[in-house]
């Protein structure tokens, strides 16, 4: 009898990013800023990527594919002086092309909600462009409301 492999979206890791992963994770990064229309620039992304992880000021998330890394989250921490409690902010979420429409998006948010709950805090906030129709889908269908037309926020239960 043969045994069949499920297709390749079934066998994507969602972690938390190391040092290790800081050259395919830079390649990711730059996709992402020159989607953003910034010039591609691999240097700077690589130093400003490690800045963060050595200052422990971002908290990234990868999505692993066969050993490849295929999208990413950064969360930026944030605090409420009305709520006593930390935020955070998402402020990157990217996925390679090659692997879009197949719920690695959605797993990557399920990852900062679960880290936002784990650290105890108030909600997760995230900003994306007005005319970014499918990223609001995919925000919405995961609980995300839309504050303003550029503002989504996600309250985490039991605050």
């Avoid at 066998?11 to 010039?39: G, W």
């Amino acid at each position: 009898m043969e045994i069949v492999k499920p297709p390749a979206f079934y066998m994507i890791i969602i972690r938390k990013a190391t040092k290790e992963d800081i050259r395919a994770l830079t390649v990711l990064f730059d996709l992402y800023r020159v989607y953003y229309h910034q010039p591609s620039d691999i240097a700077a992304a690589e130093k400003f990527l490690l800045q963060r992880m050595e200052k422990e000021e971002s908290v990234v998330f990868v999505a692993e594919r066969d050993q490849q890394l295929v999208g990413f989250t950064q969360l930026y921490p944030i605090f409420s002086s009305v709520s006593l409690q930390r935020t955070w902010l998402l402020n990157d979420l990217y996925v390679h092309a090659s692997v879009r429409k197949q719920g690695v998006a959605a797993q990557l948010l399920e990852a900062a909600r679960v880290h936002g709950v784990a650290t105890n805090s108030k909600w997760l906030l995230l900003q994306t462009q007005n005319d970014n129709y499918s990223a609001q889908s995919v925000y919405e269908k995961n609980g995300w409301k839309k504050m303003t037309d550029y503002f989504y926020e996600l309250p985490l239960t039991g605050q």
